[in-house]
């Protein structure tokens, strides 16, 4: 089972900050939180990953609660090619299983 | 350096028949897992491999198999394909797992499978 949870669909207006939530309220100690995004039917990407500071790249920023039992992904400024399937997962660190399951995932439309 | 390759990117099968889809990655990666993705469903998992020589079940695992063949190779074979395995598959690996150096999945560009 996911151990995150997501919205279903969010919508965002092209240029404006899109913000996507994500609740992992189990998440342990040394588990990472990971943002992909999939485009139509390519192959999911990469976004970015924390522990538990605040994370920015080129992409997007990722914001984890103090207590890290939830987490946001902040396009600062949305264009239409962002629309795509957001997906949060959480993930150990160190040992454990690799049984990575990523759940539905927000559809997140940019609109023009 | 390719990435993950996954190959073939379209293949469609009758039913009973059989076929393997294969990934390579060319980034040392430890790890090397596959997925599958049904309109309008996320991705779930079907096996992984943690390293070279070991295999595990994710979550839909029935009605395939996998070999990781080296370091490089992971592949995903269906022995009798049924209608249901229609979908697209994804391979991912992850490089080593520590707490300097946690590493993101790279997925391929997926195989679409049509069984009918």
């Known amino acids: 089972d996911a151990k995150t949870t997501q919205p279903p669909s969010m919508d965002c207006a092209e240029g404006r900050a899109a913000n996507l939530p994500c609740n992992h309220s189990t998440i342990s100690g040394n588990e990472y939180v990971y943002w992909y995004r999939q485009i139509h039917s390519q192959g999911p990407q990469y976004i970015i990953h924390?522990?538990?500071n605040n994370e920015t790249n080129e992409m997007a920023s990722l914001i984890i609660t103090e207590d890290r039992k939830s987490s946001t992904l902040i396009l600062p400024h949305a264009t239409l090619r962002d629309t795509a399937v957001y997906y949060c997962i959480v993930r150990s660190s160190q040992g454990g299983s690799e049984k990575l399951v990523f759940g539905k995932g927000t559809k997140l439309t940019v609109n023009p | 350096n390719a990435g993950v390759t996954q190959t073939p990117k379209f293949q469609v099968l009758k039913t009973g028949q059989s076929m393997t889809l294969q990934c390579a990655q060319d980034m040392n990666h430890n790890s090397m897992y596959w997925y599958r993705q049904d309109p309008g469903m996320g991705l779930r998992l079907i096996y992984y491999s943690a390293s070279e020589g070991t295999t595990d079940k994710g979550e839909v695992p029935n009605g395939y198999n996998v070999s990781r063949l080296n370091k490089r190779e992971f592949s995903l074979r269906l022995e009798s394909a049924a209608p249901s395995q229609t979908s697209v598959y994804f391979c991912a690996s992850s490089g080593q797992r520590d707490s300097l150096r946690n590493s993101p999945l790279h997925f391929g560009n997926g195989t679409r499978l049509t069984v009918t």
């Open positions: 924390g522990l538990k």
